[in-house]
């Protein structure tokens, strides 16, 4: 029996705001279908009409906590109730967690490990042996200048960003030699509201490293992904950082970052 016709759309999680939807906006600009994936209803609605608007491409939407296994099988759910395949695949959802590990709550850390790690993996697990077999399509894995080093009052975050970047380069080797694709990009600090949610908007990360917008990210990651670079890191100086804390010695390194990362007051007290 003849396997069912399916549209090709790319999978976006976390893609109602900030470095998700300037991902969203970039693939539709490139004739790309989408389906949205993310918690609130009300910003992924408003954010696919806008997209479908200025792109007339197709965008669906999914509500789904992907920090269940629940929520990740949604997107399959989801893809095979509207006749799509996942093509493409970007894990963008994530959250962070400041301040001393001892101090997080249990399931504050849980859900960070679920999200940024267990639904990227899973997710990618079920769309990734589709694309192998259909020798087409990719996964697009945000991770983070982070994931090159330990960072102290950020452990959680910068432990799981090196997992996606190492888990990314993994699999790049794996599907050497077809027509698949996976990437990380690595940007380092953004201009979005994540930095006030975890409360380390004063810290001196920010003021050392700088921020960048989500829009050249976005078209930098879009580039390097569809030219089959496996790690995209944007921006000159975030690219140079890279360099740098892949050779840097950790003796050296990680105090450096534990009064970058340390959580301090709008005065600048930690």
Known sequence: MAEPVTAPVTVITGASEGLGLALAREFARAGHGLLLVARGHAALSAAADAIASASGVRVDVLV?????????????????????????????????????????????????????????????????????????????????????????????????????????????????????????VAPGPLATRFHARMGSQHDYYLRFQGVMGVEPVARSAYAGFMRGRRVIVPGVVNWVSAQFLRVAPHTLLVPFAAWLLARREESGNV
């Open 64 to 184: 789904a906590d992907l920090s269940t296994r629940e929520g990740c099988g949604s997107v399959v759910a989801a893809l095979e109730r509207h006749g799509l395949h996942g093509e493409y695949l970007v894990n963008n959802a994530a959250l962070g967690l400041s301040g001393p590990f001892a101090e997080h709550e249990d399931d504050e850390v849980a859900r960070l490990v679920d999200l940024n790690i267990r639904a990227l993996s899973d997710l990618t697990a079920r769309l990734l042996p589709g694309m192998i077999a259909r020798n087409r399509g990719g996964v697009l894995n945000v991770a983070s200048l982070a994931g090159f080093m330990p960072g102290p009052f950020q452990g959680a975050y910068y432990a799981s960003k090196a997992y996606v970047l190492s888990l990314s380069e993994a699999l790049a080797q794996e599907v050497a030699g077809t027509n698949v694709r996976v990437a990380a």
